[in-house]
Nanobody, 120 residues
Framework: QVQLAESGGGLVQPGGFLRLSCAAS????????MNWYRQAPGKQRELVAG???????NYADSVKGRFTISRDNAKNTVYLQMNSLKPEDTAVYYC??????????????WGQGTQVTVSP
């Protein structure tokens, strides 16, 4: 079993910044990908950004140029630096991790979510 501990959400004014963190612990052989999703009220959950073990990244068009995803493989931790925040970034942000077992099986885990609110 793997546990994900998220932190860094909060209330920020438009144009401000926040940094989210998600640390994975437990029975981890290797982590395949680490990702951030978000879900706003009344909307579907959407991928915000993802990063592979090798550092390859992908971003939603709506956050390109403003958000940066990074990871510390030694700490099994993924970060999301969010700059120039807009009210439409308001959502619950979820960490999503794909872990590979010693036997080569991949397992998927979700964090509990952290609220990000962008408001004057």
């Amino acid at each position: 079993q793997v546990q994900l501990a998220e932190s860094g959400g909060g209330l920020v004014q438009p144009g401000g910044f926040l940094r989210l963190s998600c640390a994975a612990s437990g029975n981890i052989f290797s982590i395949y990908t680490m990702n951030w999703y978000r879900q706003a009220p009344g909307k579907q959950r959407e991928l915000v950004a993802g990063i592979t073990t090798g550092g390859g990244t992908n971003y939603a068009d709506s956050v390109k140029g403003r958000f940066t995803i990074s990871r510390d493989n030694a700490k099994n931790t993924v970060y999301l630096q969010m700059n120039s925040l807009k009210p439409e970034d308001t959502a619950v942000y979820y960490c999503f991790v794909v872990v590979t077992s010693a036997g080569g099986i991949r397992y998927r885990y979700w964090g509990q979510g952290t609220q990000v609110t962008v408001s004057p």
